[in-house]
């Protein structure tokens, strides 16, 4: 069965610091998609990447970035020069290419606060 | 509307009353989904919808909870006698069909059981 972990559950910087959120999977499946959504204190989650198994391309857009390693089983996100709006719960999740139904398996959350 | 619309917003309701919460999808996205938020349980997957094949009722925690997608659109979760464990918010989502597709959240539906 898939599982994602998210090892960090708060994370506090002061703002313009760098803040790297960890996510690490598990999966049997060797084609499987990767996400991290953000949830601002009013509830939404808000999808911010997919990445596919097959594409272990870093990808940035704007002050964000993400590293995907398949070696580690791993698909961490960090945010560049933080600011106050980037405060959020950040969930990191994963579906699988043969399972029915492109359900999301997410990992904990990591609650971000960004301090001016 | 452009998004994943939900309602009520907030919902209080008396332990034992029944509850209905409504999504209507992103116009186009056959697959919709229902997920629940609640303290220490992160996000749970409850139930999923793709056209006009059987749901996967997978997640649903009890014979409590139950949803309708009439015409293949909006979707109704009915939760029965509720319980003060059923506080949670109530997350609707949908996305194209294709596996792998990215999936669209609503803004949720705060229930609160007293």
């Known amino acids: 069965a898939q599982k994602v972990t998210q090892a960090q559950t708060e994370i506090s910087v002061v703002e313009k610091e760098d803040v790297t959120l960890d996510c690490v999977y598990e999966t049997r499946d060797t084609t499987y998609y990767l996400f991290w959504y953000k949830q601002p204190p009013s509830g939404e989650l808000v999808f911010l990447i997919r990445r596919n198994s097959f594409d272990e391309q870093n990808e940035i857009s704007g002050r964000y970035s993400w590293n995907f390693q398949k070696s580690t089983s791993s698909f961490n996100f960090t945010i560049t020069a933080s600011q106050v709006v980037d405060s959020a719960v950040y969930f990191c999740a994963l579906s699988e290419a043969l399972a029915a139904g492109n359900k999301l398996t997410f990992g904990g959350g990591t609650r971000v606060l960004v301090k001016p | 509307g452009a998004g994943v619309s939900q309602s009520p917003s907030n919902k209080v309701t008396e332990k034992g009353k029944d509850v209905e919460l409504r999504c209507d999808p992103i116009?186009?996205?056959?697959?919709l989904y229902w997920y629940r938020q609640s303290l220490g349980q992160g996000l749970e997957f409850l139930i999923y919808?793709?056209?006009?094949?059987?749901?996967?009722k997978s997640g649903l925690p009890s014979d409590r909870f139950s949803a309708e997608r009439t015409g293949g659109s909006v979707s109704t979760l009915t939760i029965q006698r509720t319980q003060q464990e059923d506080s949670a918010v109530y997350l609707c989502?949908?996305?194209?069909?294709?596996?792998?597709?990215?999936?669209?959240f609503g803004e949720g539906s705060w229930l609160t059981v007293v």
């Open positions: 919808f793709q056209g006009n094949s059987a749901p996967d």
């Open positions: 989502a949908s996305s194209p069909p294709t596996s792998g597709n990215t999936i669209y």
């Open positions: 116009s186009g996205h056959t697959a």
